[in-house]
C-alpha cells in the first residue's frame, strides 16, 4: 500500500481485506500458471496482514478491556491460516486438494473479516481516538513494508 497520505488502521486494515477478495475472485476463475500466480499473491498478502495486524494492531487492542477479549481468537484464526498456505504451497494447482483447501481458506478468512470489521472495529472505534487509530494506520505501513522481504523470501522455500 502506498504511503500516499496519512490513514488510520481500520482503513488500511478494510482495504487489504478487499484486495485479498479481490485475488480470491481472480484465482476462482485462473488455471495452470495464472493459478500459482494468484496463489503466490494470496500467500503474501496474508502472510504480510497477519504478521503486521498481530505487531501493531494487536498490542494496540490488549491496551483497552473493550478489545483486548477478541485477540486471542484472532491470533487463533491467523495460525489457522498460516497452517492451510503452507499446506496449500506444497500442493500443485492440478490437485484437487488444491480448490478444497483454497475453498477451506476462503471460508475462514470470510469468518474472520466479518467478525474483525463488524465487532471488533465497532469496539476499537469506541475507545480508540482517530489519532490514535491515525498514528497505528501510520505504525501499520512502516511494520509492514519492513515485513516484505521476509514474507516474500518465505513464499520461496
Known amino acids: 500500500m502506498a504511503k500516499t497520505k496519512a490513514t488510520d488502521i ?7 481485506h478487499r ?21 503466490n499473491q494470496i500467500y503474501i498478502e496474508l502472510i504480510l496482514h497477519a504478521r503486521t495486524e ?16 477478541y485477540v486471542e481468537e484472532a491470533e487463533e484464526e491467523h495460525e489457522e491460516v498460516s497452517v492451510i498456505l503452507e499446506e496449500i504451497k506444497g500442493l500443485k494447482t492440478t490437485k484437487p486438494e488444491f480448490k478444497e483447501k483454497m475453498s477451506e481458506l476462503k471460508e475462514i478468512l470470510e469468518h474472520h473479516v466479518e467478525e474483525e470489521e ?3 472495529f465497532n469496539a476499537v472505534r469506541e475507545c480508540m481516538s482517530d489519532q490514535e487509530l491515525t498514528e497505528l494506520g501510520q505504525e501499520f505501513q ?6 516484505v522481504s521476509n514474507v516474500e523470501a518465505a513464499l520461496a522455500m
Open 10 to 16: 481500520l482503513s488500511l486494515i478494510e482495504a487489504e
Open 19 to 39: 484486495q485479498v477478495e479481490k485475488l480470491f475472485a481472480e484465482a476462482e476463475k485462473a488455471k495452470g500458471a495464472k493459478l500459482v500466480e494468484q496463489f
Open 54 to 69: 498481530e505487531l501493531v494492531f494487536y498490542p494496540a487492542l490488549r491496551e483497552y478491556e473493550e478489545t483486548e477479549q
Open 118 to 120: 463488524s465487532e471488533i
Open 142 to 147: 512502516e511494520t509492514k513494508a519492513k515485513l
